[in-house]
């Protein structure tokens, strides 16, 4: 059983930065396929970026690439997201996700891949 906890969300201004945090626990973030979700108000689950299990190869939701970036810290058993440049339409609650399964590239998108899920962390993007 793997638990995830996040930390890291508030509000900010647009234009501002945050970075969230997942820390793992009951098994190796090194080991685990691990992404990033958000959920909108009023909107579905939507996914933002990922990591492949044993890999540093990541892959971004298209629109967020350049401002958002996915990193892990094997040390620390944790696993990141740095937020740039954030607009109001960023505000969602942000899931962790992680999956002990090495899913494949065309899968990392998919929420239904993944067995593990944090709280969330709400992030507020707003003047």
């Known amino acids: 059983q793997v638990q995830l906890l996040e930390s890291g969300g508030g509000l900010v201004q647009p234009g501002g930065s945050l970075r969230l945090s997942c820390v793992a626990s009951g098994r190796a973030v090194r080991d685990l396929s691990m992404a990033w979700f958000r959920q909108p108000p009023g909107k579905d689950r939507e996914f933002v970026a990922a990591?492949?299990?044993?890999?540093?190869?990541?892959s971004y939701e298209n629109t967020l690439k350049g401002r958002f970036a996915i990193s892990r810290d094997n040390a620390k058993n944790t696993l990141y997201l740095q937020m740039n440049r954030m607009e109001p339409d960023d505000t969602a609650v942000y899931y962790c996700?992680?999956?002990?399964?090495?899913?494949?590239?065309?899968?990392?998108?998919?929420?239904?891949?993944?067995?593990?899920w944090g709280q969330g962390t709400q992030v507020t993007v707003s003047s």
């Open positions: 996700a992680a999956s002990i399964r090495g899913l494949i590239t065309s899968s990392l998108w998919d929420y239904s891949q993944y067995e593990n």
């Open positions: 990591v492949k299990r044993g890999s540093s190869s990541t």
